[in-house]
């Protein structure tokens, strides 16, 4: 290929990616623009125009579809044609922006990081609107790859942890918070709800919520702490009494293991051929890491 892509964008260029079997360069720029070309002849042949900075960017040759993570924490899914595109959804579940993608074309599922340290796995081919999300980083995740041959996730974070998930194991959403003006286990009123806090002549407690069952709960009500590895939280996290009492050891037996590549973790890219690693870190150093005794 011997045409500039700088014809196609009026900023730096984020993502590019090529596509062999459609002879197709897919890239995105700071200028909102998404193209694609023709490698063979370096023609554009069509172009869509994002709400944000695109950061995440992945293909699925067999339907065509593009997959565009953005600034804004939205990921939009498009159908691409020669020479034209049309939008197919849009959705979002991250609180900071998408910071990488990474397509399973065989499950069908699509996997986001995010600046929010969490990533979400979207069941696209079961069509039912799964989500689930994997919270085992502290900092910003900044890269995704996945190893079919062992349905392992392996992700990393700007603080150099990298993540082996599991993926080969049922997981459970994780539940919408529910809104309450008062504790829904002890009914204590939290503090906005002057009416009850005055007939019951009690002081307005601060809302929590219980990650396992979702509900509106007081401090007290909550003060334990359990990981819930099914539910994608591989840290402690607060729970309420009842649902602490129900979680098993079984059920805090960890889905990922946790490794150190001492030093921050710019990009990363992974070989299941080889089962290599390789990572660039901010320190202007690139390592090659053997990941046979772990994703296997």
């Not at 554009?44 to 579809?65: I, M, P």
Request: with cysteine; aromatic share 10%.
């Amino acid at each position: 290929c011997n045409f500039d892509l700088k014809v196609s964008h009026q900023g730096r260029v984020t993502v590019v990616l090529f596509v062999l079997e459609m002879e197709w360069i897919l890239s995105t720029g700071q200028d909102k623009n998404f193209t694609w070309h023709c490698s063979e002849s370096g023609t554009q042949l069509g172009l869509y125009r994002t709400t944000a900075w695109v950061s995440g960017l992945q293909f699925d040759v067999e339907t065509r579809h593009a997959f565009v993570g953005d600034y804004s924490g939205q990921v939009t899914i498009l159908k691409l044609e020669l020479d034209s595109c049309s939008l197919v959804t849009t959705f979002k579940g991250h609180t900071g922006n998408v910071t990488a993608l990474c397509w399973d074309p065989v499950q069908r599922v699509l996997f986001s990081g995010s600046s929010d340290h969490s990533i979400i796995m979207w069941d696209i081919g079961g069509r039912k609107g799964t989500a689930i999300e994997l919270q085992g980083h502290n900092e910003k995740v900044q890269g995704l790859c996945y190893a079919p041959h062992t349905r392992q996730l392996i992700s990393c974070s700007s603080d150099g942890g990298i993540v082996i998930w599991n993926m080969d194991v049922t997981r459970q959403e994780t539940p919408e918070w529910l809104d309450s003006d008062s504790c829904q286990k002890c009914e204590q009123p939290f503090f906005w709800n002057f009416k009850q806090m005055w007939d019951s002549k009690k002081i307005g407690l601060r809302q929590h919520h219980c990650r396992k069952c979702g509900q509106a709960v007081c401090g007290k009500c909550s003060a334990k702490r359990s990981t819930i590895p099914v539910m994608g939280f591989e840290f402690e996290v607060r729970v309420c009494d009842s649902c602490h009492e129900s979680i098993t050891d079984d059920d805090r037996a960890p889905t990922a293991t946790f490794h150190d590549s001492k030093h921050s973790i710019v990009y990363m890219h992974y070989e299941p051929t080889t089962g290599w690693l390789l990572t660039s870190g901010a320190d202007k150093v690139v390592k090659l890491w053997d990941m046979t005794p772990v994703v296997s």
